[in-house]
């Protein structure tokens, strides 16, 4: 069993539309959550960043940390053609960026 | 442009052949970080180095091998190629120098892409 599991998609969902992007995990030592986002035949580019549990709200986008049901979510509201991209979840357990264990991402696209 | 520069972008060899992928950080950045990205096992972590020295390993082959030099650019050797090792090879940087803080932030390049034929 993977440490981190992702649901590969693809996800095609309608401009406008409300998407969530969702990871579990089995390491319970995981404190630092991480999403990414990875367009065509580019680097991954980091998103958003949270510690422990809690929500955290940046423009059109919202992540969400559980960490009671090692669960993780990111939701994209009022979805645009440019979101389209694949979202990896990433996670540490020790303040910075060491040993990062990622999701195998999930492709998402946008449909005008 | 995340300012980590990556050559070469495209790679076709042969098996049992040997390869050097190089990074160039961003500027000032200490930390140079090795991912290799296939379709089934997503972005998996191979070594860090900081400032020259080794820091982390991950899940990297004996027959990688990996390096920073003084310039902080970093070279990842791949010998005794196998058809499995094709896969897209990232990295990233992270850690200016006199950073007291670290968010997490990995910055990418834009890949090395390796096909063992």
């Known amino acids: 069993q993977k440490e981190v599991e992702q649901d590969p998609g693809p996800l095609s969902v309608p401009e406008g539309a409300i998407v969530s992007l969702n990871c579990t995990y089995s390491n319970s030592a995981f404190q630092y959550f991480m999403w990414y986002r990875q367009y065509s035949r580019k680097g991954p580019e980091l998103l958003m960043y949270t510690y422990s549990s809690g929500n955290k709200e940046d423009g059109r986008f919202t992540a969400q940390v559980d960490k009671s049901s090692k669960y993780i979510s990111l939701f994209i509201r009022d979805s645009q053609p440019s979101d389209s991209a694949t979202y990896l979840c990433a996670m540490s357990e020790n303040f910075g960026n060491e040993k990062l264990t990622f999701g195998t991402g999930t492709r998402l696209t946008i449909i005008p | 442009d995340s300012g980590v520069t990556q050559t070469p972008k495209h790679l076709i060899t042969a098996t049992g052949q040997r390869v050097t992928l190089r990074c160039s950080p961003r500027s000032g950045d200490l930390s140079v970080y090795w991912y290799q990205q296939s379709l089934d096992q997503g972005l998996q972590f191979l070594i860090q180095?900081?400032?020259?020295?080794?820091?982390a390993k991950g899940n990297i082959l004996e027959r990688f091998s990996a390096q920073q030099f003084p310039d902080l650019h970093s070279e990842l050797n791949l010998s005794s190629l196998e058809l499995g090792d094709s896969a897209l090879y990232f990295c990233a940087s992270s850690v200016p120098s006199g950073s007291v803080s670290v968010t997490g932030e990995l910055f990418f390049g834009e890949g090395s892409r390796l096909t063992v034929l």
């Open positions: 180095y900081y400032n020259g020295e080794e820091r």
